[in-house]
Antibody, heavy 121, light 109 residues
Framework: EVKLLESGGGLVKPGGSLRLSCVASGFVFSKYRMNWVRQAPGQGLEWVACITTGSSHVFYSDSVKGRFTISRDDATNSLHLQMNGLGAEDTALYYC??????????????WGQGARVTVSS | SYELTQPPSVSVSPGHTARITCSGDVLAKQYGYWYQQKSGQAPLVVIYNDSERPSGIPERFSGSSSGTTVTLTISGVQAEDEADYYCQSADNTDSYTVVFGGGTKLTVL
């Protein structure tokens, strides 16, 4: 069974930093592109970042580029999101999401339960 | 930047058919995907590659595509189908970006 378990969420002051982690199990982690998707309270889904297999490429949404860093450790089946310069607009539930395997299909076939991040003074 | 537009809400009586549309220029060249999100739960993909249904998803869920619009159809709607539905696409021509629609709240009357 595929499992994705996020951790590291919490309350942080504006301008602060936080590091989210996601531990994967039930599949060969190194073979999959991985993503972070967030959802602000009462709002829709927003893609945040993607990291390809072997960490060869990383991609970010314009809203987090230059502030967030996505990384992975295939030895420990872990995905990370380092978030710096946090603002109120970053308050959200952050999901770790596995991208389906395929050359021309880009969707998320497994999701974690999310890590809540609250940015407030 | 890419945008996907969905109606904010759709209402349907049990046993009837619900259709949720999603429009955006990216859909003319990339697949559309649909997720169901029930209250307090993570999203679940119900349609991929415009019209493919993952294993375990009921046959009453179907998808179609025409031009810059993809449509999620739920035939014989059941009370358990009440949820938020999001369309999604992605583009990798220049870099890589993923876009979600704003979501549609499906209410079963």
């Amino acid at each position: 069974e595929v499992k994705l378990l996020e951790s590291g969420g919490g309350l942080v002051k504006p301008g602060g930093s936080l590091r989210l982690s996601c531990v994967a199990s039930g599949f060969v982690f190194s073979k999959y592109r991985m993503n972070w998707v967030r959802q602000a309270p009462g709002q829709g889904l927003e893609w945040v970042a993607c990291i390809t297999t072997g960490s060869s490429h990383v991609f970010y949404s314009d809203s987090v580029k230059g502030r967030f860093t996505i990384s992975r450790d295939d030895a420990t089946n872990s995905l990370h999101l380092q978030m710096n310069g946090l603002g109120a607009e970053d308050t959200a539930l952050y999901y770790c999401a596995r991208e389906a395997v395929g050359v021309i299909q880009f969707y998320f076939d497994s999701w974690g339960q999310g890590a809540r991040v609250t940015v407030s003074s | 930047s890419y945008e996907l537009t969905q109606p904010p809400s759709v209402s349907v009586s049990p046993g009837h058919t619900a259709r949720i549309t999603c429009s955006g220029d990216v859909l003319a060249k990339q697949y559309g995907y649909w997720y169901q999100q029930k209250s307090g739960q993570a999203p679940l993909v119900v349609i991929y590659n415009d019209s493919e249904r993952p294993s375990g998803i009921p046959e009453r869920f179907s998808g179609s595509s025409s031009g810059t619009t993809v449509t999620l159809t739920i035939s014989g709607v059941q009370a358990e189908d009440e949820a938020d539905y999001y369309c999604q696409s992605a583009d990798n021509t220049d870099s890589y970006t993923v876009v979600f629609g704003g979501g549609t709240k499906l209410t079963v009357l």
